[in-house]
């Protein structure tokens, strides 16, 4: 369910006035919103209000019930690059049929590393939503999992986040190989030493 009241006043404190004509006070409101809301926010128009706008100041006020759970089973272990990790996403609104989409992003060191939109399966309550761990996720990242409903009048965007710690073991890997290949060589000989890894790699080579 989704409510949006605006109240519109003058209220009357009793503050002591700062140097710059602005002051704090506290209000009681009583506002009646919809069985089984799941939160009431206020947004005031103005964080602080002075004497600018004393005459007319709006709150906003919204109730809503719909949420999103992020989970995954064995959440206890220790997660590891090159693994992929299957997230449970359970949505939870009135207006369920109403999503279309998950959206995801993955976010670490400051930087997105990884996004995607998943297409919500009809007539699922939750649905796996398949991350592959890469070496940019590593040691931690964090990942934010949203979608858009439509409800009366409105549109919601409704979200959740997890933290992932994951470890990577060699992220690396290094192949050598000698030509002529067999099982003595002579000295003087001249040997071909080859040497696989990824690019960007540091190698270093001690006779």
Same mark, same amino acid.
């Given at each position: 369910?989704?409510?949006? #009241? $605006?109240?519109?006043?003058?209220?009357?404190?009793?503050?002591?006035?700062?140097?710059? $004509?602005?002051?704090?006070?506290?209000?009681? $409101?009583? #506002?009646?919103?919809?069985?089984?809301?799941?939160? +009431?926010? +206020?947004?005031?128009?103005?964080? +602080?209000?002075?004497?600018?706008?004393?005459?007319? %100041?709006?709150?906003?006020?919204? *109730?809503? =019930?719909? %949420?999103?759970?992020?989970?995954?089973?064995?959440?206890?272990?220790?997660? $590891?690059?090159?693994?992929?990790?299957? #997230?449970?996403?359970?949505?939870?609104?009135?207006? +369920?049929?109403?999503?279309?989409?998950?959206?995801?992003?993955?976010?670490s060191k400051g930087k997105v590393v990884h996004f995607g939109i998943e297409k919500k399966l009809p007539g699922l309550s939750s649905q796996l939503l398949n991350l592959p761990l890469s070496q940019?996720?590593?040691?931690? *990242?964090?990942?934010?999992?949203?979608? %858009?409903?439509?409800?009366?009048?409105?549109?919601?965007?409704?979200?959740?986040?997890? =933290?992932?710690?994951?470890?990577?073991? =060699?992220?690396?890997?290094l192949q050598i190989h000698l030509s002529p290949n067999k099982d003595a060589y002579s000295p003087d000989e001249d040997l071909s030493l080859t040497v696989e890894t990824q690019s960007e790699s540091?190698?270093?080579?001690? *006779?």
């Amino acid at each position: 369910m989704h409510s949006q #009241i $605006f109240m519109y006043g003058l209220w009357t404190t009793n503050a002591k006035y700062r140097e710059d $004509f602005t002051t704090t006070g506290a209000m009681q $409101f009583e #506002i009646k919103i919809y069985e089984g809301a799941e939160y +009431v926010l +206020v947004e005031p128009e103005n964080n +602080v209000i002075s004497y600018k706008n004393l005459q007319d %100041f709006k709150i906003n006020i919204k *109730a809503s =019930c719909s %949420f999103l759970s992020v989970s995954w089973p064995d959440s206890y272990k220790t997660l $590891f690059v090159g693994r992929t990790l299957s #997230i449970t996403v359970t949505p939870e609104s009135p207006y +369920v049929d109403n999503i279309t989409h998950y959206n995801y992003l993955v976010s670490s060191k400051g930087k997105v590393v990884h996004f995607g939109i998943e297409k919500k399966l009809p007539g699922l309550s939750s649905q796996l939503l398949n991350l592959p761990l890469s070496q940019h996720m590593a040691p931690t *990242a964090c990942l934010l999992v949203y979608y %858009f409903v439509t409800g009366i009048q409105t549109t919601d965007l409704v979200s959740d986040s997890v =933290c992932l710690k994951s470890q990577e073991k =060699c992220g690396n890997q290094l192949q050598i190989h000698l030509s002529p290949n067999k099982d003595a060589y002579s000295p003087d000989e001249d040997l071909s030493l080859t040497v696989e890894t990824q690019s960007e790699s540091w190698v270093v080579d001690v *006779a």
